[in-house]
């Protein structure tokens, strides 16, 4: 079983930054990447980013966060971060790390996923 637990979440003004990290135990030898979602209010769970454990470390992100966020890791700690720069209110909601086994896994996908976090609430004010 993979274990996952997020944190930095908060609440910021809108144009500045947060950084939030999961930290993953468990049986994390069989992870292959892993991902963050977010989920506002009265809207699907959607995909913001993603990265691979090992071999081709791409990032993936979606259209409405790229350019302003970055996701990275830190194979040593087991941990994976996601800086967020210019906020804007749209960016409300719960934030959740997600890990999947998968090797061929579309990243984009929330289905993909195996294991979640428990989520993390980020709130910009206008």
């Known amino acids: 079983q993979v274990q996952l637990v997020e944190s930095g979440g908060g609440l910021v003004q809108a144009g500045g930054s947060l950084r939030l990290s999961c930290a993953a135990s468990?049986?994390?030898?069989?992870?292959?990447?892993m991902g963050w979602f977010r989920q506002a209010p009265g809207k699907e769970r959607e995909f913001v980013a993603a990265?691979?454990?090992?071999?081709?470390?791409?990032?993936y992100y979606s259209d409405s966060v790229k350019g302003r966020f970055t996701i990275s890791r830190d194979n040593a700690k087991n941990t994976v971060d996601l800086q967020m720069n210019s906020l804007k209110p749209e960016d409300t909601a719960v934030y959740y790390c997600?890990?999947?086994?998968?090797?061929?896994?579309?990243?984009?996908?929330?289905?993909?996923?195996?294991?979640w976090g428990q989520g993390t609430q980020v709130t910009v004010s206008s």
């Open positions: 997600a890990e999947t086994p998968r090797y061929y896994a579309d990243l984009r996908i929330r289905n993909e996923y195996e294991y």
């Open positions: 468990g049986r994390t030898f069989s992870s292959f990447a």
């Open positions: 990265i691979r454990w090992s071999g081709g470390s791409n990032t």
